[in-house]
């Protein structure tokens, strides 16, 4: 009973939630592209909202700004893919970083972690 149980529960997750990037090593100074991909159960790209944080190695959250501009990436609404990048700063190099997407739609939400260390 309890595996059912658990089997349930994973196929029940809200929604499909991808996030990718070229490198967990990029280079510092130039951009570091990623996507984000939200679809339904099916596979069909679906709406949401994004927020994209930087997290420090003394647990800081920082907001990520969106492309070149200084408006941060905090639900911002898209539906399908969301792409970006990130100008890792030359202070950044040598520290492990966790680089945290959220992505919410239809009232549930989901997170994922991306580890980086800029060199």
Request: hydrophobic letters at 45%; charged letters at 20%; zero cysteines.
């Amino acid at each position: 009973m309890l595996t059912l149980l658990a089997a349930l529960a994973v196929s029940a997750a809200p929604f499909k939630l991808t996030l990718t990037a070229p490198t967990h090593t990029p280079k510092a100074g130039s951009r570091w592209s990623y996507s984000v991909h939200i679809a339904d159960a099916a596979g069909k790209p679906i709406r949401g909202y994004i927020t994209a944080q930087v997290v420090d190695p003394f647990g800081g959250a920082h907001a990520v700004e969106f492309g070149s501009t200084t408006k941060p990436i905090v639900n911002v609404r898209f539906t399908g893919t969301f792409r970006d990048f990130v100008d890792w700063p030359s202070e950044s190099r040598g520290f492990r970083l966790n680089f945290r997407v959220t992505v919410a739609s239809g009232g549930k939400a989901m997170r994922v972690n991306y580890w980086i260390k800029p060199r």
